[in-house]
């Protein structure tokens, strides 16, 4: 098999996507969020118990991510269409606790994966 008969993600980096899609054929999308934690052990009981399983039943929803280093956390949460994106992006400050302020909040289009 010559290079030219290898599709173009394989020739760029073995296990390398480079354009993500939805089922649909769009673009995926994900919303970042960025806060500062007050009280992390009331912060990550509200995570589990209510944000995660809330999230994952948005529509669109395809998986996500929340970290935490010392106080601050990061969140990335990966949805089908941008819509469904800005959609959960407009919600993220009523989801959170008082112990959790969100400093930012932002849609970016998902370019590559792996």
Not at 70 to 84: T, Y
């Amino acid at each position: 098999m010559s290079r030219e008969d290898v599709p173009l993600p394989v020739q760029l980096t073995r296990g390398y996507s480079a354009l993500p899609t939805s089922d649909k054929g769009g673009a995926v999308h994900a919303v970042i969020v960025t806060v500062t934690i007050s009280d992390p052990e009331v912060a990550e009981n509200h995570l589990r118990e209510q944000v995660v399983p809330g999230v994952s039943q948005a529509p669109g929803f395809v998986t996500g991510y929340w970290t935490r280093k010392d106080d601050s956390g990061l969140a990335m949460v990966i949805f089908e269409s941008e819509d469904a994106a800005e959609a959960m992006s407009q919600r993220v400050p009523s989801i959170a606790p008082d112990e959790v302020t969100v400093k930012d909040v932002e849609v970016r289009e998902v370019v590559a994966h792996a």
